[in-house]
């Protein structure tokens, strides 16, 4: 199918799409970074808030025949990593999407989020879950709506990552009744569980990488993106102290700034944030989510579990299934944010081949 890729960052969505078998024809985003990293011929740099750009993207769905729409709405507003701000602007951009798709009729749509958007309420009162659906299902949109939680650990990934997706068909192209829906969701679970199997460990997925410290850069030139962040001198030496699997209780007192110290010491409380602080992954276990704001050294626990530094931003897209084919354009930062926003292309892989077999077995008539 003709796919249109909304919201599309480094294009992990569309890259497991393609690699099912579907044709990418037009991708947008507003942030330059991921215009740096997309197929110029099929990218535009859109402000989605402003009217004109929903209406060129109307367009492009319609101009290219685009039968499939997807996309992932910005998340910091409902993500359990942020401020969970309800009045947070971005959490809009779920509304424009589901406009887009009223206004371009597609006949299958998916939307990606994390999973704190079920418990987000929105405006109307509802909770974003139950406001997504129902936009979907009403007399206007006639979609049957399938939730799907997919969970990297039980898909074979390295890595602590959990996604909600919105599957969309249209009624109309469904070879289904009605009252039979159910059967359809009972077919969608059963596929999904043939591609359930057990998680890898970090050092299956990032240990055959070239061995290197803060400060390094990488001498081998087919590797792209694995030059370490260089950390200043104080923050490696606390690092030193921390074993796989530890992390700030690990570090001497008398390395501690103040804050860190107030940190260790439950000054701010004991939960999770303190936790994982200049947490040392472990060569034998899955690593944590990888998130956006991995280069804050005190956003997870993202140390390598022998260097010491943080993840390079390689290794980070290993753990997001990035093939390492694909070389991450933009400022450190920049790449970092990319491969932590990024949907995992086995995630939409999995999807795109559920459309596909829906097509073979002639649930859905396109």
Not at 126 to 132: A, C, P, Q, R, S
Not at 200 to 219: F, R, Y
Request: with cysteine; proline share 4%; charged share 25%.
């Amino acid at each position: 199918m003709n796919f249109v890729d909304l919201f599309c960052g480094i294009g992990g969505l569309s890259l497991g799409l393609e690699n099912a078998g579907h044709k990418n024809v037009f991708s947008t985003d507003y942030w330059s970074a991921a215009e740096l990293n997309n197929n110029s011929k099929n990218f535009l740099k859109l402000d989605l808030f402003h009217q004109n750009s929903q209406e060129i993207i109307i367009n492009k769905i319609k101009q290219n025949k685009a039968e499939l729409i997807v996309g992932g709405p910005p998340c910091q507003g409902f993500s359990s990593f942020g401020k969970r701000k309800t009045e947070d602007r971005r959490n809009t951009l779920v509304d424009i999407f589901l406009k887009i798709i009223t206004k371009s009729n597609p006949k299958i749509i998916i939307i990606e989020n994390v999973r704190g958007l079920t418990s987000m309420e929105h405006p109307n009162g509802l909770k974003f879950n139950e406001h997504i659906k129902r936009v979907l299902e009403s007399k206007q949109n006639k979609y049957f709506v399938q939730v799907i939680h997919l969970d990297g650990l039980k898909l074979g990934m390295a890595q602590n990552r959990k996604r909600i997706f919105y599957l969309g068909i249209k009624k109309d192209i469904l070879n289904v009744q009605e009252n039979q829906q159910v059967k359809l969701t009972s077919f969608i679970e059963k596929f999904l569980k043939t591609f359930e199997k057990n998680s890898k460990t970090l050092k299956e997925v990032i240990s055959d990488l070239p061995k290197i410290e803060s400060g390094d850069e990488c001498i081998d030139n087919k590797i792209k993106n694995h030059t370490p962040f260089i950390h200043q001198d104080e923050i490696i030496n606390r690092i030193k102290y921390v074993p796989q699997g530890g992390g700030l209780q690990d570090i001497p007192d008398k390395l501690l700034n103040g804050h860190l110290f107030r940190m260790k010491n439950n000054g701010y409380g004991s939960g999770g944030l303190v936790k994982n602080t200049y947490g040392r992954l472990s060569w034998n276990k899955p690593s944590g989510t990888i998130i956006a704001g991995v280069r804050k050294i005190t956003c997870g626990r993202l140390f390598h579990p022998e260097a010491n530094r943080l993840l390079t931003v390689r290794e980070c897209a290993r753990l997001q299934t990035i093939p390492d084919h694909i070389e991450i354009k933009g400022s450190i930062t920049e790449q970092y944010t990319l491969v932590g926003n990024a949907v995992p292309p086995l995630f939409s892989k999995i999807l795109g081949s559920l459309i596909l077999e829906l097509q073979k077995i002639n649930l859905i008539n396109v």
